[in-house]
């Protein structure tokens, strides 16, 4: 069965960081593309950041620069350490697993960023 369990949230004043800790269950972590979404507040899900098997990331262009994500795989767990935090990044953060033709979810870490 696979799970994924997100930690790390919490409220942070603006400029602040937090680091996210995403713990894997039921999959071969190393081999697969994973990454984090997030939803504001009345808005749709969107892409933070990913990374892939091999190491390669991306993020969305809202956060370059101020979030990194990484991985360790000898602890299946996927991270995403936030710096220089915006009101704007105030969400809930999603962990995902990208498995052969389907996408894991966690249950979710809210984030609060105040001003």
């Known amino acids: 069965q696979v799970q994924l369990v997100e930690s790390g949230g919490g409220l942070v004043q603006a400029g602040g960081s937090l680091r996210l800790s995403c713990a894997a269950d039921?999959?071969?972590?190393?081999?697969?593309?994973m990454g984090w979404y997030r939803q504001p507040p009345g808005k749709q899900r969107e892409l933070v950041a990913a990374?892939?098997?091999?190491?390669?990331?991306n993020y969305a262009d809202s956060v370059k620069g101020r979030f990194t994500i990484s991985r360790d795989n000898a602890k299946n767990t996927l991270y995403l350490q936030m710096n220089s935090l915006k009101p704007e990044d105030t969400a809930v953060y999603y962990c995902?697993?990208?498995?052969?033709?389907?996408?894991?979810w966690g249950q979710g870490t809210q984030v609060t960023v105040s001003s």
């Open positions: 990374v892939t098997s091999g190491g390669t990331t």
């Open positions: 039921g999959f071969i972590f190393r081999f697969r593309p």
């Open positions: 995902y697993a990208d498995l052969i033709g389907h996408m894991n």
